[in-house]
């Protein structure tokens, strides 16, 4: 990596927030897409010698658009159905969650970028962002885009790396904790989906004093913001040449049918990372097993982080 492009506070309205089984923000599906169109673009318009590999998102804030019933305690997402119908009945839908965010992406710019090409490429990456879709989301609007033509000038000096990670605050990068959710499967002896369900519900328990009832979180001893994502696609059928299924949104590309595949991530402060690649996601497909997968390569100071906070306490009253 010897060029990054920084795009800084892009405001997404309408993003999906729902990622196969999980929800509360994007897949790195969704960004990794985005790179992979946004090369496209550039490569047709700009320079097809410039190519965008893998990218790092940090956001800023997020809204989930949804309500709560206080009494239940659940979420229900704000879904509307309109337009009505030739009759003026309700029209039926798939329930689907959006959110509104502010992220800044980072992405792997590799190719000459001759001055001359360099402004050229910033106002391209502007004006095709704004009439692309992130994440499903139309976007809203782009605080500046930066080209940093020597991004391991950055890297090598900790005083710089440090300058140039802190402007990406506040904000939260995700990165991948696989290593985690394998430690636990290792420990707990539970099967895979059982241990990655542990970290996507809150379990409590309950004794009784006195006359209350005293609450308390059961905490797994992993400590940070973790997070359940999905990291990607396994093929469950053969490829089929294209134009064999019908009904599909690009009938010119090879089709395969998949599920989806979920780990563990954490939202971690930009200021923390100590190489910037740490923070980079990228495509990977393993032909032999199907697997079509976003791969981060955070690795952590220490191998696993435990909890050393004592359960939390809630009194009921």
Same mark, same amino acid.
């Given at each position: ?7 800084? %506070? ?41 190519? $965008? ?114 402007? $990406? ?13 394998? *430690? %636990? ?12 369900? *542990? ?14 009832a005293e609450w308390t979180t059961n905490r ?19 490829? =089929? ?5 019908? %009904? ?49 390569? =955070? ?12 359960n939390q306490t809630i009194e009921e009253k």
């Amino acid at each position: 990596m010897d060029k990054l492009l920084v795009i800084r %506070h892009i405001k997404v309205e309408g993003a999906n927030a729902i990622a196969g089984l999980t929800w509360g923000f994007p897949s790195m599906t969704s960004f990794l897409g985005l790179t992979h169109a946004l090369q496209r673009k550039v490569q047709t318009k700009v320079s097809e010698r410039l190519a $965008l590999n893998g990218c790092a998102v940090i956001c800023h804030s997020s809204q989930v658009q949804s309500h709560s019933n206080n009494m239940s305690r659940e979420n229900y997402f704000a879904l509307t159905r309109n337009p009505l119908t030739k009759d003026g009945s309700t029209a039926p839908f798939n329930e689907e969650g959006k959110m509104r965010m502010d992220i800044s992406l980072l992405i792997k710019l590799y190719g000459p970028t001759p001055p001359e090409i360099e402004d050229t490429l910033v106002e391209f990456i502007e004006e095709a962002l704004l009439a692309s879709r992130v994440a499903g989301g139309a976007v809203l609007s782009i605080d500046e885009i930066e080209l940093i033509t020597d991004i391991g000038a950055i890297n090598r000096e900790r005083s710089t790396r440090k300058s140039f990670l802190r402007k $990406l605050l506040p904000g939260f990068a995700l990165i991948s904790r696989d290593d985690v959710l394998q *430690d %636990h499967i290792q420990k707990s002896q539970k099967a895979p989906l059982d241990a990655f369900l *542990d970290f996507s519900i809150r379990k409590m328990s309950s004794k009784g004093k006195g006359d209350k009832a005293e609450w308390t979180t059961n905490r797994l001893e992993y400590t940070g913001w973790l997070k359940p994502i999905m990291v990607g696609y396994q093929g469950i059928s053969d490829v =089929y040449e294209a134009g064999q299924v019908e %009904h599909v949104r690009d009938r010119s590309c090879p089709v395969q049918f998949v599920e989806s595949i979920y780990s563990l991530g954490q939202w971690i402060s930009p200021h923390r990372i100590d190489d910037l690649k740490h923070l980079f996601w990228h495509q990977e497909y393993q032909a032999s097993n199907a697997l079509y997968l976003c791969k981060n390569d =955070y690795q952590p100071d220490t191998p696993i982080l435990l909890n050393d906070e004592t359960n939390q306490t809630i009194e009921e009253k």
